[in-house]
């Protein structure tokens, strides 16, 4: 991560590479007049003494970890609709945030050789910043596969490179599944034990967040799309999600908007950013044009007030009262810690709200 303490005076400077040598987007001023953020942003209420204390030079900064997060697209008669989950509210990181499916990388799948189709480990090392570093790039593709597998029940691999597993809903998958869950199995052992091959031209790569310098918990996520394979149905099989959801992007964003859904910044961006693509096909289709540098918070310091802010993101901007506990950008207090209520469902195919879906 970058020496510094997040906090600059006066307007932001270039920002030092990070991992891989890729450039952080440093945020930039917010607008005059930008839009308050919304009242189901998440905003935990440590955060602004966390900051204080990150400025004063009290707090440093945890590593970011490794990890990967997919928006699962299937098609309907209305446009593309995503699968997401709700997480508990027990959880310590974004609980009762709406996510994707997704969680940490897991070193062990980048040190053998795994069943590979669609582009090589190198073009993927490149895609993802990460300069020729093969390794981490496998690793971070099959964290991308393995959690989509472990959480929504759904395998982007096959016996070849041109197929995919039809059904993974026997006991037999669910043993293995429960084994990656408790790490007992690298999901590249999995992978030789089924004689399966990881279907990589399957995703797109879509965008890269890494976690506030502030924030105990910290990772640096790359977010893929990828379409549901035929024949395959997503269940809840995550045990930090209390609810899961088919959703058409558009749809979600609205409930984001009105306060009913919980969400982190980069959750909501990418719902935003899926919304004008007619078809999942159309979003696999931009994904290889999309920036990929990576969208790092900033704290600067502005008329005596600490500013928040995302870079190129304004809507999510807050200025925090240095003598006072939270200060957002107009003088509604956001209730973001209201419970969500239930999403809009996707009229066609109906909406399934227990994770079991077609």
Not at 179 to 195: G, K, P, Q
Request: one cysteine or more; proline letters at 10%.
């Amino acid at each position: 991560m970058s020496p510094t303490n997040g906090l600059e005076p006066g307007a932001p400077k270039a920002g030092p590479a990070e991992a891989g040598g890729t450039p952080v987007r440093q945020a930039a001023p917010a607008a005059a007049g930008a839009a308050r953020p919304s009242p189901a942003q998440w905003y935990p209420p440590e955060w602004p003494d966390r900051i204080r204390a990150l400025t004063a030079g009290e707090l440093e900064p945890a590593a970011p970890r490794r990890a990967a997060t997919v928006l699962l697209l299937r098609d309907t008669s209305e446009g593309p609709a995503v699968y997401m989950l709700r997480r508990r509210a027990s959880m310590a990181f974004a609980g009762g945030a709406y996510a994707y499916p997704g969680g940490s990388v897991d070193a062990r799948d980048g040190e053998r050789d795994t069943g590979w189709a669609g582009p090589s480990r190198a073009e993927w090392a490149r895609r993802l910043g990460l300069g020729t570093d093969e390794t981490a790039a496998q690793a971070i593709v099959c964290a991308a596969v393995r959690e989509t597998f472990e959480e929504a029940g759904v395998l982007l691999a096959g016996p070849d490179a041109g197929t995919v597993v039809a059904d993974t809903t026997g006991d037999d998958w669910e043993a293995d599944r429960a084994a990656l869950v408790d790490r007992e199995l690298s999901f590249a052992d999995f992978l030789a034990r089924r004689s399966l091959v990881l279907r990589s031209d399957l995703l797109g790569a879509w965008a890269r967040w890494i976690t506030p310098e502030f924030e105990p918990r910290r990772y640096d996520t790359f977010f893929f799309v990828a379409a549901l394979p035929a024949g395959q149905r997503t269940r809840n099989a995550s045990t930090e999600a209390d609810r899961t959801v088919w959703i058409k992007p558009a749809d979600a964003a609205a409930g984001y908007d009105r306060g009913d859904l919980l969400m982190m910044p980069p959750t909501i961006t990418t719902l935003r950013e899926l919304a004008p693509h007619p078809t999942a096909a159309g979003a696999l289709a931009a994904a290889p044009g999309r920036d990929l540098a990576p969208v790092l918070a900033r704290a600067t310091l502005r008329d005596g007030e600490i500013e928040l802010s995302w870079p190129g993101h304004e809507e999510f901007t807050r200025r925090i009262d240095p003598a006072q506990r939270v200060q957002p950008t107009e003088p509604t207090q956001p209730a973001h810690h209201a419970q969500p209520t239930q999403p809009t469902a996707v009229p066609s195919p109906p909406a399934a709200t227990d994770g079991a879906s077609a």
